[in-house]
């Protein structure tokens, strides 16, 4: 059984930064393509970032390249998202999720997922 958890959300003040972790746990992704979505109140959840096992290939989504940067250590399980110069539109749960086809960016293609972490950036 595989297990997906995420840590490192909170409250941050507009142009804060945070990194959220996410380690996995029962089997290793560590070959699989690991995503990062959000979900605010009312909108569904949306593509966010993701990257391949080696690292070699990452997507972002327009909203936040060049502010939030995915990251993996496949040796402790675990993947990163760093998110700089944070705006209050960036408020949403995160979640976490991995993909064993090569997922893209619409969450159906992704099969493992964890229960999310809250950020709130103030403005």
């Known amino acids: 059984q595989v297990q997906v958890v995420e840590s490192g959300g909170g409250l941050v003040q507009a142009g804060g930064s945070l990194r959220l972790s996410c380690a996995t746990s029962g089997r290793t992704l560590s070959g699989y393509v690991m995503g990062w979505f959000r979900q605010a109140p009312g909108k569904e959840r949306e593509f966010v970032a993701r990257i391949s096992w080696s690292s070699s290939n990452t997507i972002y989504a327009d909203s936040v390249k060049g502010r939030f940067t995915i990251s993996r250590d496949n040796a402790k399980n675990t993947v990163y998202l760093q998110m700089n110069s944070l705006k209050p539109e960036d408020t949403a749960v995160y979640y976490c999720?991995?993909?064993?086809?090569?997922?893209?960016?619409?969450?159906?293609?992704?099969?493992?997922w964890g229960q999310g972490t809250q950020v709130t950036v103030s403005s």
């Open positions: 999720a991995g993909g064993q086809i090569y997922p893209g960016t619409t969450t159906r293609e992704y099969n493992y």
